[in-house]
């Protein structure tokens, strides 16, 4: 807090004040920067997750594929990118909507909440691809 003095004529003098209202302005500041980036970087492993199941399905839907092709590729991507702990729960599925095929790539990660930290498993995170049918006409 500010101390204020009073001068001979009975005016009151605020020296110091700036510093004092500086360190609190800074202050805020910083936390709304924090707050900011912290938010980059949740939409940057959210959208690096998606990118990275819908390059796996890609992956497993081609012909000369399996789905532990697509699993294996989600894994590193997202390992590169992001580290090790948001890779541990990848698994892929195929499930028939009419005459399609399709592959699903889905992503169990942890939700960054301070800085790359935070509570497991909550993000479901999927990517999906069409089946290469190479006998279709």
């Known amino acids: 807090m500010a101390s204020v003095s009073v001068t001979a004529a009975g005016e009151r003098s605020d020296s110091g004040s700036a510093v004092a209202e ?3 302005i800074a202050s805020l500041l910083a936390l709304i920067l924090a707050g900011a980036l912290q938010i980059g970087l949740v ?3 959210r959208n690096t997750v998606i990118d990275s199941a819908i390059a796996g399905a890609r992956q497993a839907s081609l012909a000369d594929q399996t ?5 294996k590729l989600t894994r ?16 892929v599925s195929t499930s028939q909507r009419g005459a399609v095929e399709i ?13 790359l ?3 497991a498993e909550v993000w479901d995170l999927r990517g999906r691809s069409i089946v290469e049918d190479v006998d279709r006409d």
Do not use: C, M, N
């Not at 592959?103 to 800085?115: D, I, N, Q, S, Y």
């Open 22 to 24: 500086f360190a609190l």
């Open 43 to 45: 939409i940057h492993v």
């Open 67 to 71: 789905p532990r092709d697509g699993q």
């Open 76 to 91: 590193d991507l997202i390992r590169v990118s992001v580290g090790e702990r948001y890779a541990q729960k990848v698994t």
């Open 103 to 115: 592959v699903e790539v889905r992503v169990t990660t942890p939700l960054p909440v301070l800085g």
């Open 117 to 119: 930290w935070g509570p």
